[in-house]
């Protein structure tokens, strides 16, 4: 193999001009969304029909073009999304597309707008990033790279002025870095929001030989993604920052966390290091400077208790991933005992955005306490769902109508639950709640990694609290006792609740249950459980008190409390939902209304949701 | 050494850097109930959670389990606070629904004001016996004995102590400090004759050649010898006949 | 079962004699043998140094890791937030009675296992179901579903 190595700042500086130089000319560039949903719908073979037209055409019209696969492009729900480095993105692309994009969009810049976004309510179409209103409303200072650079090829990056921050940092005094960050004003973006300039000062102000760096990308809380995408679509911002942060704190070996859900993420990530690694970014001697740092990618099991990160520690350690007391801070004895640094992949992210503009430019974005942006996967009932990035201080609902474009079906918008299992549910009637750190709190959620996940009437609440806690219930690692023992009796009382088998008092048991796991349990995961049912009781209590008195679900959820029938009014005879029914009983002519078998019904709810024209009834 | 004061209870008491809440607290009288501690124990996982007490530093109140919560400079620390009973019982109301046959835990019960959980009680696969899960016997094994023969095994509800493959184990030596130590006595040892039955194993005794008491493992004779380079002959005689 | 102990070597060789390796080659074993065998955590236990209670320990204690063979192919129907909203369980029973298996177990014939697995982080498809780790299936008409996993020998 050629030595790539870089043995400068200069050598980085002259081989990104050479770069850029040799990409200029191979413009046009068809961006192809590789993200995962984009690719479960098709993407590639998308791809592969732009490079079939493009070999074949290649030679007559003597245009270069090169099509490239890029990481998430945001708009999941509308993939797969193709871009042109320009202002033009079409949506639900098909291979059958491919000639008339080449032949319109790539040879004479035209835009084909019915490839475009169509407005439920104008019914308008655009294929502008700056007409879509998904799009229109974000910032995107992290998902920026994603849409552009090929997660595989690290002189994309390098053209894109990647680590021009790192080349930066070498010249700048390790504790002047930390003061950049700490003047940013950069929050942990993994739940808690703690500082990433103190974490930071805390740990290089700790007399040791041996420090370390650590990416969590463990992202375990359910309906999140941003970490994933991250990785998968720009797998270099993130192993920059990490570098910096290891020069700051003065750490020569790094860990990346990455959850085993993830083998996309994995792979690149990896790709990433080794490339990083052969041009001298990483390892020894970096740049030149003498400086030495690796960077180890470590698979997780499979247990959401590692997103914690004490227990995240031990399992890169390879031992069972517990949590500890962490009455001694990481920051002093994390893993290996050693003062370590531990940041997630948005935070790590960030970095060199701060370090490339400075922490002035840093803070025109977002809220005073909570500055820059916020990647979200915006998931649920909204109409337009995706990776998003705005500025911290969006209201919740900007993000549900504007971005996500209000609620599917017509359904009346309800709540949001943010922060995954340890966060909340925040009701329509606060959806003017700014989203930052401290605000989500003070409502009795947190901002967790960043999913957001819209409800609507259609969901029941008492519903949504059973499913976190006994998501935890079944990833709680059994070590302390509230924890272990407490989310499977809270688990029952909510089962009990839902299937019509509630008592009077329950509520104020579960709230008890909900102290003992917020003031006894050992790790976060414990003494964070209780939000999503206290969050729930709070500003839903109507809901558990009609399912314990009335034997009711008023959102026609809980399958042991309704009943399914087709209204024979509204009922078009499409024959969609009998064809879709698991239990085969649902009968009726084409064309006629159709019936339920109440006998044989299992109330799964299938024919409600294939139902277009809103006919099958619950009570 | 450095020594410290610390308040408990509003008492100035002196102690030592670092040293465990619980045994300051201890050594000066007062009062905290515990499973999972024990004081040859390093690894103080403190999973138990019955040992909690309240304590202020730096002005942030919090509880904190005494066993592993480090003593510093102004610490104050409050071991009787409504909020430390409060959480308390909870956390024994839910040990008694998950052990209901343990008389050690039946007692802390009473002591705590609970005559009968409100909670379901484990049963059926999840009948775990006496044991709380509380790790202390695999720190016991692994710490001072030496041969980590056992470990917590799988997690969230099933979680509990066993034997690689769950068969018995090639490496213990029959030694039973792990039953000596188990807060609960949860773990099954019986010694008959001259053989010792623990953790599906048996195990030939020792025995005295004065009293005729069969008194230790074999294979624990065995582990001394190896591990501490002893003499054989020094295991003819039980402790009280050497 | 006969397991090819030259094959567990080789898995051990890929990695550092540390405890540090210990649940990449366990992982590496459940790809390799759909898996992890006895054998094989005997002998990571003699390379590494590392007691057998600790390595069967981690391996009861990640849910990446079986301790039994698993199906030629697994079936992962995801269970997180969005896909919950949108009939994950209804899918799961759906796809459960067409294989013929609870959720964890295994088709007779070893060609499926049926899990249900945390957010894989496709909520855009929800409720999604993903096959041997590669290929995502949107699930909201499950009739298609099954006509996909009919693909799968």
Redesign the interface.
Known sequence: MVNRKLQSVAALESYRAKIAESQKNEYPVIYVCGG??C???GSSAVAEAFKKEIESQGLACKIELRHKVTGCQGF??K?PVVSFGNDIVYLEVKPEHVPEIIEKTVKNGQVIESLGYKDPQTKKRSASFQGIPFYAHQKGMILKGLREIDPFEIDDYIARGGYASLAKAFSIDPDKIIDMITESGLRGRGGGGFPAGTKWRSCRAIDSEVRYVLCNGD???????MD??IMEGNPHAVIEGMIVGAWAVGAHHGYAYIR????LAVKVMKKAVEDATAMGLLGKNILGTGFDFDIKI???????VCGESSALMR???????EPRAKYIRSVEKGLYDLPTVLNNVETWANVPLIINNGPQWYRETGTEGSPGTKVF?L???AVN??LVEVPMGTTIRELVEKVGGGIRSGRMFKAV?TG?PSGGCIPESLADLPIDFDSLSKAGSMMGSG?I?V?DEA?CMVD?AK??IS?LAE?S?GKCTPCRDGLPRMKQILTDITEGRGKEGDIELLEELCDVLSYGALCGLGSSAPNPVLSTIKYFREEYEAHIRDRRCPAGVCRNLVTFHIDADACTGCTLCA??C?QACITGERKKAHVIDQSRC?K???CR??CKFDAVRVE | MEKITIKINGKDIEAVKDQSVLEVARENGFAIPALCFHPEIETRAGSCRVCLVEVSQNGRTRLVTSCNYPVRKGLEVRTDTDLVRRIRKGVVELLLSRTPDSPVIQKLARENGIEKSRFFVDEGEHYRNRCIACSLC?QV??EVVG?????????GRDKAPG???LKP???CIGCGACAYACPTDAISMIDEGEVRKIWGREFKMVTCSVCGKPYIPEAQVDWIVKTTGKDRSFFDKCPDHR | MGIDIRKIDEIIERYDK???????I??DFQHTFRYVP?EG?KRVSEVLG?????????G??????SLKPVGRHTCKVC?????????AH?LT??IG?ELGVEPGGTTKDGRFTLQT??????????P?VMVD??????G????DVLKNLRKYK
């Open positions: 995962t949903p690719l479960a719908k999941c729900s993939g992202e375990g809380d359910p309906g999140a993604f994933r995408s085993d859900e993830y083998p470590t698979r997780g099991g499979g247990a959401f399992s890169i350690e390879g031992k069972v991933g996967s998931a649920g009932k769902t995706g639950q995954g999913g996940i409800m969901t949504v499913y976190f998501f990833e690692c064809k879709q698991p299992i799964c709810g299938v949701d294939v | 695999t094994c692994e041969v980590s023969a056992i470990s917590m095994l799988d997690r034997t690689p493959y184990s090639q490496v | 540390s405890e540090e390796s210990l649940l990449a366990l992982q006895e955590m590392v007691p057998e209670s600790k390595i069967y320990g981690v009861t204690f990640y849910k990446a890791l269970t997180g937030t969005a896909c919950h909203l949108k009939g209804t029973d759906i009675k697995v945390n957010c894989v982080g496709a909520c855009a498809l929800a999604v780790d590669e290929d995502y299936y949107e909201s008409s499950p009739q």
